[in-house]
């Protein structure tokens, strides 16, 4: 599964990238971890300055990895017409134009190199729609185009693709209780019946890592809560046992 050059994990510090290190350090790979805190490397993936210099010394500490992962981002939560034209800048700029900038910062290389496999954290809001969700939904289907045009752009000596969540147990949830109302009720609408955990998207992305023959493609990894019907009523989740 794993490969003999290095990684670098994008916001390896905790939740799906912590994850993904982990991992990947049980195979025994060389894993480089780039976070605004708890990382081998600090790096915001906000400033470009910050990026160019975390890949510097990257380069410099293990050469040109073969696998870089992406799992840095923010979410948000706010209606359109009460969203700010502020928050719009920071959350595309950490989830679409961050992601971008840390891919275009590897990809060369790598191709000089002889090829290697970008994998990015999307979500399911990238192709969902959800009133209460507008910037984070704009962001993430930003950066699916993104890893469309990067795996044509890139190919063939560097696939692209990306992997997207449904909704996951990770500290981007915040102080949400996780036996409330909101959650309880992801849990009974997902397919799979639970929330899904980091080390459940965490396995996606090293399998995508390994599939020599997919580029340009977006993974959805949501235990089937996609699978739910909007056009049911609200309130009318499906029942646990299965038979909505």
Partial sequence: MSSPGPAVVVGGGSGIGAAVVARLRS???QVVVW????GDLDCDIADPDQIEAATNETLELVGVPD???VTAGIGHSKPLSEA???EWDRVLRVNARGPWLCMRAFAPAMSAEGGGSIVVTSSVSGRLADKNMGLYCASKAALDMLVRVAALEWGPSVRVNAVA???TDTPMLGGARRE???LSGVALRTALGRLGSADDIAEAMIAVHGMSWMTGQVVECDGGLALHSPIEPIGFPRKAD???
Avoid: C, E, M
């Fill in 27 to 29: 195979y025994g790979d």
């Fill in 35 to 38: 976070d605004l805190a708890g």
């Fill in 67 to 69: 696998r870089l992962t």
């Fill in 84 to 86: 700010g034209p502020d």
């Fill in 165 to 167: 969540p449904g909704v």
């Fill in 180 to 182: 409330g109302s909101w």
């Fill in 242 to 244: 299965g038979q909505g």
